[in-house]
DNA sequence: ACTATCATAATCGTATACAATTTTTCGGGC
DNA sequence: GCCCGAAAAATTGTATACGATTATGATAGT
């Protein structure tokens, strides 16, 4: 037998990396024994990174109805993403005007991964784009600030992959290198808003035309019926 | 067999409530085996209760070695002392002059509790204190808020337990009240200072006698062998 | 043809068994 | 008397077994 709960960290890695990707899509049942056999683990061990996930709420787990990829309602969106501006907030205002060298030049690496893959078109820009933020709240040395951030980057995520629009045109590059700019002039007035409209760009745009979209699917989702009607 | 997890969630409970009194100490071992015979369940159940535990950062579980209730550093404390300054401004930002009656009497409510077993010298009082903060941020209506603070408020008992002086005169009921009567009148600018000297007195005070107590008790704990060279 | 009800299959919750690891204890050597 | 090493005990990690619950499909009644 191997060592360590290596084992669970790598399903719970493989299941996080594949909802985060869309590869599992919000609603998907995940049975504890499909994915031990995928995984050659028993569902012990399946189970436990499945309740690892649900941690922080990626998974959903509803009692002797098994675990599912979570689908957060547009009420948690709009939560997760107003909390999610107070903690960036919060982050900024630790970092404004206090980045080391080479912080500085860490953050320029994961931007220029970022443009990179965008401008490959490899699908991973989306990853290092929200690994920014990941990044940004590390620096502040607060390992709680960023064990939150983590979380609520990653249920970002989720939800962008639930509500927004296919493919974005994203503008984040450009916009990740302002903030950078601004946090190393320690220029507070323009930082503050840039990194609320950065945000706001990113998130709240995506909800309101998903809230749009849901609507309008609700009238497509009867129209056939209404046809059905009429014809018959 | 019983019905559902509600034997985990009788087993968290129970370790959690024995921990934040100080029944469990830190560094405490917290065996499987020995839980679960307590609580007439397996070691599947009471496993799953420390990992719940342990997502809190209530417990700490290192590999092949097994659970024990966790014994933050001083590091650790200030870090959480302030991210939960933090996350306390945002919520009374978000109540500010937002009270609705029924709040503002939950509020009272809960401070006559406080006050109740404070005067009758009744421990829960700790208890009723920190669930005040725990209320306030579920008053903001965002379940990630209060999420957060609930685990902030547990662990900032442990920490207390831990660096906290034995048995310190609490004036936290009328600064409670204090702080009522701001968000009610929806005075910011008494407002902000009030939390935040709050907070102040009961967290870093605490953190701060900690590290004189722990230098002295350095050199108290060199003494003996000090003389023993003296002596001998 | 449609719905209701029951049997069957799939899946979860918990207990238990065994392997692997750590901790403790005991005996020999310095 | 003290330290080092190996066997024994204790404890965790994982797999498997079985009862309980939920989902599914078939059959009969209307």
């Given at each position: 037998m191997k060592q360590r709960g290596e084992r669970v960290d790598a399903i719970y890695a493989g299941l996080r990396l594949a909802i985060l990707e869309q590869?599992?899509?919000?609603g998907t049942k995940l049975p504890e024994d499909a994915i031990g056999e995928q995984f050659g683990a028993s569902r012990t061990v399946v189970r436990r990174a499945l309740e690892l996930l649900a941690s922080e709420e990626l998974v959903d787990i509803r009692p002797n109805r098994g675990a599912s990829v979570a689908k957060p309602s547009l009420e948690e969106a709009r939560d997760l993403f107003s909390v999610r501006q107070d903690v960036e907030h919060l982050v900024i205002r630790r970092l404004c005007g206090r980045l080391t060298p080479a912080q500085v030049k860490r953050l320029e690496a994961q931007i220029e991964a970022e443009e990179r893959a965008h401008r490959d078109g490899r699908p991973e820009y989306i990853r290092h784009a929200a690994e920014f933020h990941l990044v940004l709240a590390e620096m502040t040395g607060s390992p709680l600030l960023a064990r939150y951030m983590r979380q609520l980057v990653g249920r970002s995520a989720l939800i962008l992959g639930l509500y927004?629009?296919?493919r974005w045109t994203d503008c984040s590059v450009q916009e990740h290198r302002d903030l950078v700019a601004c946090l190393v002039s320690g220029d507070w007035e323009r930082l503050e808003p840039l990194m609320h409209d950065h945000l706001e760009a990113v998130l709240s745009r995506a909800i309101d035309t998903a809230s749009r979209d849901k609507d309008r699917g609700i009238r497509d989702l009867l129209a056939p019926y209404a046809e059905a009607l009429r014809g018959g």
């Amino acid at each position: 037998m191997k060592q360590r709960g290596e084992r669970v960290d790598a399903i719970y890695a493989g299941l996080r990396l594949a909802i985060l990707e869309q590869v599992l899509q919000p609603g998907t049942k995940l049975p504890e024994d499909a994915i031990g056999e995928q995984f050659g683990a028993s569902r012990t061990v399946v189970r436990r990174a499945l309740e690892l996930l649900a941690s922080e709420e990626l998974v959903d787990i509803r009692p002797n109805r098994g675990a599912s990829v979570a689908k957060p309602s547009l009420e948690e969106a709009r939560d997760l993403f107003s909390v999610r501006q107070d903690v960036e907030h919060l982050v900024i205002r630790r970092l404004c005007g206090r980045l080391t060298p080479a912080q500085v030049k860490r953050l320029e690496a994961q931007i220029e991964a970022e443009e990179r893959a965008h401008r490959d078109g490899r699908p991973e820009y989306i990853r290092h784009a929200a690994e920014f933020h990941l990044v940004l709240a590390e620096m502040t040395g607060s390992p709680l600030l960023a064990r939150y951030m983590r979380q609520l980057v990653g249920r970002s995520a989720l939800i962008l992959g639930l509500y927004g629009r296919p493919r974005w045109t994203d503008c984040s590059v450009q916009e990740h290198r302002d903030l950078v700019a601004c946090l190393v002039s320690g220029d507070w007035e323009r930082l503050e808003p840039l990194m609320h409209d950065h945000l706001e760009a990113v998130l709240s745009r995506a909800i309101d035309t998903a809230s749009r979209d849901k609507d309008r699917g609700i009238r497509d989702l009867l129209a056939p019926y209404a046809e059905a009607l009429r014809g018959g």
